[in-house]
């Protein structure tokens, strides 16, 4: 699997010297033109720009680091790359699934992979941050839900009604991962991490964060390595800090953060840079 780091936002440059210490080469591929235009949602016309200047995937498949889960939706364009039946599994705290008006939104990203033909079902693990609680459930994408497109994997147990959304990852790490293979029906998955369903002691976002222990995150990547092909894989959740040229973004960036994370740029890039080795390594192998 072929490493490729795509440049939004600055984040993944200021790991690269931290990464090389670890044995992990990480050219950049950069998109700066897009980090504005691109960062929360992109317009119809500007994500058509960006998928166009991704590279094609690599046949052996590719692991892609993204930057900050502001562009969590360039996952969205990077699924949209592949053609084979396959399964999504999403780590991440927050759902992504939204209910459109912006098709290509970090919050609303998920909601438009399930209506692609080749993704036969999403699995998302994690889902601390309240957003599928209660009332905000039914604001997310119901009728992929109803129909087992999307299966939601928590973290801790979230009540909505009557019903509780659980997993065991929490407490037996590998009952989880027989849940979750059990969800899987296709041999093909695509994998994407966003950091921001992690500890602090193991990721630093722009995001608020999970409780999940990194661990838990490649224990069950090698799980899924060993019984699904993974033809793809990417990860989100670097930290870097907000820039926009739209107000209409810089209000929506204020409400939607319920914690504003003012991390040292730094103590973020080294946690950060940590966590993308000890994933490179769960997806690919230790550097050699
Ligand atoms: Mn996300």
């Given at each position: 699997m072929e490493i490729v780091a795509y440049d939004f936002d600055g984040s993944l440059a200021m790991q690269q010297s931290l990464l090389q210490a670890r044995g992990i080469q990480l050219s950049l591929q950069s998109m700066r033109q897009f980090e504005r235009s691109a960062r929360l949602w992109a317009s119809s016309a500007v994500?058509?720009?960006?998928?166009?200047?991704?590279?094609?995937?690599?046949?052996?498949?590719?692991?892609?680091?993204?930057?900050?889960?502001?562009?969590?939706?360039?996952?969205?364009?990077?699924?949209?790359?592949?053609?084979?039946?396959?399964?999504?599994?999403?780590?991440?705290?927050?759902?992504?699934?939204?209910?459109?008006?912006?098709?290509?939104?970090?919050?609303?990203?998920?909601?438009?992979?399930?209506?692609?033909?080749?993704?036969?079902?999403?699995?998302?693990?994690?889902?601390?941050?309240?957003?599928?609680?209660?009332?905000?459930?039914?604001?997310?994408?119901?009728?992929?839900?109803?129909?087992?497109?999307?299966?939601?994997?928590?973290?801790?147990?979230?009540?909505?009604?009557?019903?509780?959304?659980?997993?065991?990852?929490?407490?037996?790490?590998?009952?989880?991962?027989?849940?979750?293979?059990?969800e899987i029906e296709t041999d093909h998955i695509y994998i994407s991490v966003d950091k921001d369903c992690l500890r602090a002691e193991d990721a630093r976002t722009n995001w608020e964060q999970g409780s999940m222990p990194l661990s838990t995150v490649t224990t069950a990547i090698r799980a899924l390595k060993a019984h699904k092909q993974v033809v793809g894989a990417d990860t989100v959740g670097d930290f870097s800090p907000v820039r926009f040229r739209s107000p209409l973004k810089w209000i929506a960036s204020h409400l939607d953060r319920r914690s504003q994370p003012r991390e040292e740029l730094e103590v973020a890039s080294r946690i950060n840079a940590a966590a993308n080795a000890l994933l490179i390594e769960a997806l690919i192998g230790p550097a050699s």
């Amino acid at each position: 699997m072929e490493i490729v780091a795509y440049d939004f936002d600055g984040s993944l440059a200021m790991q690269q010297s931290l990464l090389q210490a670890r044995g992990i080469q990480l050219s950049l591929q950069s998109m700066r033109q897009f980090e504005r235009s691109a960062r929360l949602w992109a317009s119809s016309a500007v994500f058509k720009q960006l998928a166009q200047a991704l590279p094609r995937p690599a046949p052996q498949g590719q692991f892609s680091l993204i930057g900050s889960g502001d562009y969590h939706h360039v996952s969205l364009a990077l699924i949209s790359q592949l053609t084979q039946p396959l399964t999504v599994v999403l780590f991440d705290n927050h759902p992504d699934w939204m209910r459109p008006p912006h098709q290509y939104h970090c919050g609303t990203w998920v909601y438009s992979l399930a209506r692609l033909a080749h993704v036969e079902r999403i699995v998302i693990i994690g889902l601390e941050s309240g957003d599928i609680a209660e009332d905000r459930f039914e604001k997310g994408d119901m009728k992929s839900y109803l129909q087992g497109k999307i299966v939601l994997l928590p973290y801790q147990p979230v009540q909505v009604g009557e019903l509780t959304l659980k997993s065991s990852f929490k407490e037996h790490v590998f009952m989880g991962i027989a849940e979750l293979l059990g969800e899987i029906e296709t041999d093909h998955i695509y994998i994407s991490v966003d950091k921001d369903c992690l500890r602090a002691e193991d990721a630093r976002t722009n995001w608020e964060q999970g409780s999940m222990p990194l661990s838990t995150v490649t224990t069950a990547i090698r799980a899924l390595k060993a019984h699904k092909q993974v033809v793809g894989a990417d990860t989100v959740g670097d930290f870097s800090p907000v820039r926009f040229r739209s107000p209409l973004k810089w209000i929506a960036s204020h409400l939607d953060r319920r914690s504003q994370p003012r991390e040292e740029l730094e103590v973020a890039s080294r946690i950060n840079a940590a966590a993308n080795a000890l994933l490179i390594e769960a997806l690919i192998g230790p550097a050699s």
